[in-house]
């Protein structure tokens, strides 16, 4: 039997074959799908800012990109998964709302994008798929089988990355 | 910054934010009465601080697909004023305008959706530039019509710097003669350097 194990807003899980991860509706964060080719490890984070360090309250780790990916690969060492083997996906950071005078808080989904990529380079893990950006939501789903996620929105179709 | 959010839900910020809400939508009430010349009644906003996750629930699920209407504040005080409302409330509100089939987000929907967004936040604001004597304003409208979820994360986001929590003003409006309901949310979104501002020109200190 596998499950649907559900991944919520500033959260992070971690799960083996057979199950699959879901989080619904990603905006201006990123969800990030890390999967272990061999063990088959799965895990996913839906992030919402960039950073930890700038941020007073910062004990959740599962919100920032930077605490986010330190913890989600802690996670599947646990559960056997080895970061040398790790493959990523990743997506969401859509611009939901756009002005022509752009201000920085505006381009947070680009921001959150852009420093998910700079730290799985930082540790070693090839991004096999990217689908950020956009002024539209996505809601994901990763298989643990063989690292497959699906990408749906509302009226833009579904696609298979 | 001195600001913490998590410990308004025992202090007196939240009522004042309440009250905001209350004032600011009741203005906004009156305004949509004027425009369609209907009497519109106005259920007391429940103003309440809510985790990420509970959110997305009110407006029928994450994936759920929703109408948001974000204007930026620009003066004294900065920050952003979203207004949301579901797939039936958008079209009751629009219908209320003119009786038409709005069975779809067409480009008309769209554009009618702009233009009330438009009076229902440009009040809601007129009335927190009178309570607060700042200068302040709304800009043009975006609007976007996607996932609940999606749409939420841009507040979410926001309020994330600070707390797990969002601050959400629900606010539903009836038009009385028809009994058609507008169950609406606005999110009131400072900028951080924002709430001293706000809060101290209503005579809080933190």
Redesign the interface.
């Given at each position: 039997m596998s499950n649907m194990v559900k991944v919520g807003m500033a959260d992070l899980k971690a799960v083996v074959y057979p199950d699959a991860l879901t989080t619904l509706g990603l905006g201006s964060c990123v969800g990030i799908c890390l999967y272990d080719t061999t063990t088959k490890v799965t895990g996913m984070a839906h992030i919402m800012l960039p950073s930890s360090k700038a941020i007073r309250k910062n004990e959740n780790t599962a919100k920032f990109a930077d605490t986010a990916i330190v913890e989600l690969i802690a996670q599947m060492e646990q559960l056997g998964g080895r970061r040398a083997r790790f493959v990523a996906k990743i997506a969401g950071g859509a611009q939901m709302f756009s002005f022509t005078s752009q201000n920085d808080t505006m381009k947070i989904g680009e921001r959150n994008a852009e420093a998910v990529r700079e730290i799985l380079k930082e540790y070693g893990i090839p991004i096999k798929a990217d689908d950020t950006g956009g002024n539209f939501g996505r809601t994901i789903e990763f298989f643990s089988d063989n690292g497959k996620l699906l990408i749906k929105t509302a009226g833009k179709g579904i696609k298979e990355l | 910054?001195s600001f913490?959010f998590?410990k308004m839900n025992n202090t007196i910020i939240l009522d004042v934010l309440r009250e905001i809400g209350n004032i600011g939508a009741g203005n906004a009430a009156t305004s949509l009465a004027k425009m369609i010349d209907k009497k519109i009644d106005m259920k007391v906003p429940v103003v309440k601080l809510l985790d990420?996750?509970q959110v997305?629930e009110l407006l029928g699920?994450?994936?759920n697909?929703v109408c948001?209407i974000?204007f930026?504040i620009e003066g004294d005080m900065t920050g952003s004023i979203m207004f949301v409302l579901d797939q039936k409330s958008a079209s009751n509100l629009v219908n209320l305008l003119m009786p038409r089939d709005v069975a779809e987000f067409d480009e008309f929907t769209i554009s009618a959706l702009k233009e009330i967004g438009n009076i229902l936040a440009g009040s809601y604001i007129a009335s927190l530039s009178g309570l607060t004597n700042l200068k302040i304003k709304i800009?043009?409208p975006?609007?976007?019509?996607?996932?609940?979820?999606?749409?939420?994360?841009?507040p979410?986001?926001?309020f994330?710097?600070?707390?797990?929590n969002v601050l959400i003003i629900q606010n539903e409006f009836i038009e009385v003669l028809e009994a058609k309901s507008v169950d609406g949310y606005f999110f009131l979104i400072p900028?951080l350097d924002s709430y001293e501002v706000l809060l101290g020109s209503l005579g809080v200190t933190l």
């Open positions: - | 910054m913490q998590d990420f996750e997305p699920g994450p994936e697909v948001g974000f930026k800009s043009i975006a609007i976007a019509i996607d996932m609940a979820g999606a749409i939420l994360s841009v979410a986001i926001h994330g710097q600070l707390s797990d900028d």
